[in-house]
């Protein structure tokens, strides 16, 4: 009895150290030194952390030319917004705004205002000068609008000079900068 006993106890043994042997050639072939094999694998992770950008781009200056002395004018474009976030906020301010709205000025001083609207896709809305609009959508899937479907998801740009204030305008060439600032939201 005795005698069976330990050769139980030796065959327990003997399984314990060749389960330990196995133990450590697996270890061994998983990338942390060991035997050379056929195959081995080994993981890493890989990480990116993309932050809220934007980007407008393909804006040109308005240039109406010489008023015809009837009618207003308006003068539309398409610029594009890329977003990270998808979503933006819209503010602009023109060099006239700290007088209030927007305003094309001459040497002489005469002022001229002017609107300014903008188009997300769910209707014109009128800008006030420094009051940022938030929530607007943006789609655009390259930073240049060049991906497939980009052009129809750009918003619509729009500068409206009334034919009152056009026709109450003394003599003179009328310039300005209108200035749109987009953050990511």
């Not at 896709?121 to 655009?140: D, I, K, T």
């Not at 204030?165 to 003394?170: I, K, N, S, T, V």
Request: hydrophobic share 40%; aromatic share 6%.
């Amino acid at each position: 009895m005795l005698l069976a006993r330990r050769q139980q106890v030796g065959m327990q043994m003997a399984r314990s150290i060749r389960q330990a042997f196995i133990g450590l050639a697996l270890i061994g072939g998983m990338g942390w030194g060991g035997s050379l094999q056929a195959a081995d694998l080994a993981e890493v992770t890989v990480r990116l952390t993309i932050p809220k950008l934007v980007n407008l781009t393909q804006l040109n200056d308005v240039h109406f030319g010489e008023w015809s002395g009837s009618g207003g004018l308006a003068a539309d474009q398409q610029p594009c917004i890329w977003s990270t976030t998808r979503s933006y906020s819209l503010s602009a301010t023109s060099s006239e705004s700290a007088s209030g709205g927007f305003a094309l000025t001459t040497t002489d001083g005469e002022r001229l205002a002017y609107h300014v609207f903008w188009n997300d896709g769910s209707g014109f809305r009128e800008l006030a000068a420094g009051q940022p609009v938030n929530g607007m959508p943006s789609s655009a899937r390259s930073t240049t609008c060049s991906g497939g479907g980009d052009m129809a998801a750009r918003p619509v740009l729009r500068v409206v000079i009334d034919e009152q204030r056009l026709a109450a305008a003394p003599r003179g060439e009328y310039l300005g900068q209108l200035r749109l600032l987009v953050t990511a939201e």
